[in-house]
């Protein structure tokens, strides 16, 4: 067996494609087969509460410490 890959032969490197390209389909079927389940929530979103109004924009500044001069 061979631990290398860089003295790696051809077969070893063929065995390593097939067995990351599996593993890529699997991710792959996996993530396409995925669904959230129902958990019986409305699928829209809903606020709840009072309504706020947009008021005029300002702005907060805060400096602390002394001024470079």
Not at 8 to 33: E, P, Q
Not at 35 to 54: C, E, F, M, W, Y
């Amino acid at each position: 067996m061979n631990h290398s890959l860089v003295t790696a032969d051809r077969a070893t490197h063929l065995k390593i494609v097939a067995v990351s390209l599996v593993a890529a389909i699997a991710v792959i079927l996996v993530g396409v087969t995925a669904r959230i389940t129902d958990t019986g929530a409305s699928t829209n979103a809903q606020a709840h509460g009072p309504v706020l109004k947009a008021g005029k924009p300002s702005a907060v500044t805060a400096r602390d410490g002394n001024p470079i001069q």
